[in-house]
């Protein structure tokens, strides 16, 4: 069976990831979104199960004793973390999935997945993000200035990623993001197994 292509998407806070996600879901047949476990508290309108996993600190702490995490990071003063269930479930089943997660993440996610894909969607400039963490309204001054610390570390890490996405209009760059989806799904490397077929059958 074919594996499932892992899907790595990281950008800034605020940088309108989650926006551009839900309109790719809308256009993308089998794509999954890996929920990943976090020991922050919800945002109003987040579902435990769908949005994120919340577990207390002990309990991510334990989970990461048991060795239960694909990788893992410790985010404005939160544990977030990717589950190996998570992964290994859905890949083997051949199912694509999208990750959102931090360049930490990304990095180590590409360690353990060498054949992973990263994409980094970013504002187009730092002074839009902070506009639109503003508007966000869910920053205190103290959350707004820890996101746009951790914003600058993050930056250094954009020319690692595979491909970057300016989301300057969520369609244009949610549109960019199916492009790149349904390239990596065309890659010759993805596809040798059909091709062989192809060729058993000629030689019938
Ligand atoms: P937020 O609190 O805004 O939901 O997410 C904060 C940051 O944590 C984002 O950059 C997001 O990509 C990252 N994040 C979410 N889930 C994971 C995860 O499982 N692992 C890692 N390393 N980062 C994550």
Same mark, same amino acid.
């Given at each position: 069976?074919?594996?499932?292509?892992?899907?790595?998407?990281?950008?800034?806070?605020?940088? +309108?990831?989650?926006?551009?996600?839900?309109?790719?879901?809308?256009?993308?047949?089998?794509?999954?979104?890996?929920?990943?476990?976090?020991?922050?508290?919800? =945002?109003?309108?987040?579902?435990?199960?769908?949005?994120?996993?919340?577990?207390?600190?002990?309990?991510?702490?334990?989970?990461?004793?048991?060795?239960?995490?694909?990788?893992?990071?410790?985010?404005?003063?939160?544990?977030?973390?990717?589950?190996?269930?998570?992964?290994?479930? $859905?890949?083997?089943? +051949?199912? @694509?999935?999208?990750?959102?997660?931090?360049?930490?993440?990304?990095?180590?996610?590409?360690?353990?997945?060498? @054949?992973?894909?990263?994409?980094?969607?970013?504002?187009?400039?730092?002074?839009?993000?902070?506009?639109?963490?503003?508007?966000?309204?869910?920053?205190?001054?103290?959350?707004?200035?820890?996101?746009?610390?951790?914003?600058?570390?993050?930056?250094?890490?954009?020319?690692?990623? @595979?491909?970057?996405?300016?989301?300057?209009?969520? @369609?244009?760059?949610?549109? $960019?993001?199916?492009?790149?989806?349904?390239?990596?799904?065309?890659?010759?490397? =993805?596809?040798?197994?059909?091709?062989?077929?192809?060729?058993?059958?000629?030689?019938?």
């Amino acid at each position: 069976m074919k594996k499932g292509i892992i899907f790595i998407i990281s950008g800034f806070s605020g940088a +309108g990831k989650g926006t551009v996600l839900k309109e790719v879901f809308k256009t993308v047949d089998n794509l999954g979104f890996s929920v990943s476990a976090t020991s922050r508290q919800p =945002r109003e309108g987040e579902i435990h199960g769908q949005h994120y996993l919340f577990l207390t600190k002990e309990q991510f702490e334990a989970a990461i004793e048991r060795g239960e995490f694909a990788e893992h990071a410790l985010t404005f003063g939160n544990y977030y973390g990717t589950l190996k269930s998570e992964v290994e479930k $859905n890949i083997s089943a +051949g199912k @694509d999935m999208v990750f959102d997660i931090n360049f930490v993440g990304a990095e180590n996610m590409k360690k353990a997945y060498p @054949d992973a894909v990263t994409v980094f969607i970013a504002p187009p400039s730092m002074s839009v993000l902070k506009e639109r963490l503003i508007g966000r309204g869910s920053e205190t001054e103290e959350s707004l200035k820890k996101r746009l610390a951790e914003a600058e570390k993050e930056a250094k890490k954009i020319a690692e990623y @595979d491909y970057i996405l300016v989301n300057d209009k969520v @369609d244009e760059c949610a549109s $960019n993001l199916v492009s790149i989806i349904k390239a990596e799904r065309a890659k010759r490397v =993805r596809n040798l197994e059909f091709v062989n077929k192809l060729l058993e059958e000629i030689e019938k």
